[in-house]
């Protein structure tokens, strides 16, 4: 069927909610309704396989799924012959290393000859291999934290997200090895129909990304502060400026970087700006 696209989402688990999320702003109503395997949406072209995630890369690469949603660790573990389409931004974690807390820690060198369990035996070997260390891995499925403290093992290499797994388990983190977050991935053959309908989902995915990271905000100043201020407003194109009815003063809108937020309000409150008010944007096109 090549009017329709078929998405593979984790079934449940830690990316599922945010990638139903991101789907749903992006327009597409489906029912979600839980212990199903398929489902459809009404009003787009699309078919949802809900999956493991360790199962995703492999379907997509074998075309039982067009495109999926998973862990981009999940992805260069197992390097299946796939696209990555676009980083989504959320589900962001680390793979790294943890040694008991108490341990002397200089470098990677640290691990030569050591025992290292961990559920991403090939992400490792590579991380080895970059360093020049000869470490034995002992691949594990689960609950990899507790190894150390078993005598299976000298340190571990997992998922990290707070910190807190490794923390109560009396390790602590030594190094990064990869970073990871949700990507999209897609199947290398689609056909121009399915690859159409791809383009349209992402462009729609950029949409409600660029919004996320960005806020619209309105402020009156006094008309010799408004250059001072619009330098400090990049936005992502020029601020608009109104007068307004008060002699001397006007209004100011334009869009700022969610991360830069702070930053940029201190700057144009010392500036003379006044009646400050930052609004979400619900949709962004650029
Ligand atoms: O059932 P299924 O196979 O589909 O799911 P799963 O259990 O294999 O995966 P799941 O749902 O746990 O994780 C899916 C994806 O979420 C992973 O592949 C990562 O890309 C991402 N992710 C983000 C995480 C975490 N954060 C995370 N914290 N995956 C796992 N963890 C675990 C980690 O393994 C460790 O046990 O959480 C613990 C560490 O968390 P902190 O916060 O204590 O550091
Ligand atoms: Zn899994």
Redesign the pocket.
Known sequence: MDNVIRLAL???????DDSRKLIKECGIKFNNGMGKLKSSATNFPIEFLF?????IPGYVADGVADIGI?????LLEAKPDVELSKRLGF???RLSLAIPKEKEYSDASYFEGKRVAT?YPEILKDYFKSKGVNASIHEIS????IAPGIGLADGVC???????????NGLKEVEEVIK???VMIANKGLSAEKRKLLEQILFRIDTVLSARNYKYILLNAPNESIEEIKAYLPGVNSPTVMPLAKEGWSSLHSVIQEDRFWEVIEKIKAAGAEGVLVLPIEKMIQ
């Open positions: 984790q079934k449940s688990g830690r990316l599922s999956l493991r995630d360790d199962d998973v862990g981009e660790n999940v589900s962001k974690c559920s689960g609950s990899v934290e997992d998922i990290v997200s707070s910190g807190s797994t490794l923390f109560t990871s977050e949700a």
